[in-house]
């Protein structure tokens, strides 16, 4: 979704719902893959609730890692007691990464074009 929300902003492309589709098709190749059925539903779920409220407008620029970082934290294979002390690191690091990508990402859009 942050991709297809970036490139709206910078392409005013708003072919937004190729990011559905996309998630889907992946989601789906998961599940042939042998995805857990609770899992592949519980996914689904919570997608299309997000997809149904974001602001494509402004997505991006909103934390949009926010979700990645929480679950990252969570599903870690890490002892809790330890996780405890490298939450912050682990939430900040996913901030970093997204500033570093947002740069690239102007980069790249600069080349694209809407087929």
Not at 24 to 34: C, R, S, V
Request: hydrophobic share 35%; aromatic share 14%.
């Amino acid at each position: 979704m942050q991709a297809l929300c970036g490139i709206q902003k910078e392409k005013n492309f708003l072919k937004t719902d190729q990011a559905n589709k996309i998630f889907f098709e992946i989601l789906n190749t998961e599940k042939a893959n042998g995805m857990n059925l609770d899992a592949y539903e519980n996914a689904s779920k919570e997608f299309n609730s997000r997809y149904s409220k974001i602001n494509w407008s402004t997505y991006y620029n909103s934390h949009p890692f926010e979700h990645s970082s929480n679950a990252l934290y969570k599903w870690a294979p890490i002892a809790d007691e330890l996780k405890k002390l490298d939450k912050e690191i682990v939430l900040n690091s996913m901030i970093l990464k997204w500033n570093n990508i947002q740069k690239d990402f102007k980069k790249l859009v600069n080349n694209f074009e809407e087929n």
